[in-house]
């Protein structure tokens, strides 16, 4: 499993009370971008939003991209979109290969892709729990699943 691996900010909000026009941009691209987005715009981040419902109330806050062919309309409706960092949520750690073309176009903020892979892999996480001696269940490859009987 590779390692875990952060990715500090390259931008920062601006003081409390200042110029929302001067307000770093952060793409939000996720099933459900809303939750986030507030988070970010209480941070004072300007807001681009990319996800399956563009609810109403987040339109009066962020700009907002409904995706009807959720994820693979994601990357399309990225690339269509300024050039600012995007973070990831609502499912898309579900789909690393989503992940990896917005990487190839964005800056991917929090764990990149590869990160995201491994951890969706069962087989690794159980071996890399075996090897620091965490208990944990065995893990059975769907080639070779358990007798009908348990």
Not at 44 to 60: I, K, M, N, P
């Amino acid at each position: 499993m590779t390692g875990v691996q952060t990715c500090a900010l390259p931008i920062s909000p601006p003081a409390p009370g200042g110029d929302a026009s001067i307000a770093p941009e952060v793409m939000i691209v996720g099933a459900s971008a809303r939750a986030a987005a507030f988070s970010a715009i209480r941070a004072g981040f300007r807001a681009t939003c990319v996800d399956q419902f563009a609810d109403v109330d987040l339109q009066r806050f962020a700009q907002t991209v409904r995706v009807k062919d959720y994820p693979s309309g994601v990357v399309s409706q990225v690339e269509r979109l300024p050039q600012m960092p995007v973070v990831y949520t609502g499912a898309l750690e579900s789909h690393p290969g989503v992940l990896r073309e917005i990487a190839t176009k964005r800056p991917l903020l929090g764990n990149d892709w590869q990160t995201v892979a491994a951890v969706r892999d069962a087989q690794q996480v159980h071996e890399a729990l075996k090897q620091v001696k965490v208990p944990c269940l065995s893990v059975r490859a769907d080639t070779n699943p358990p007798r009908p009987d348990g």
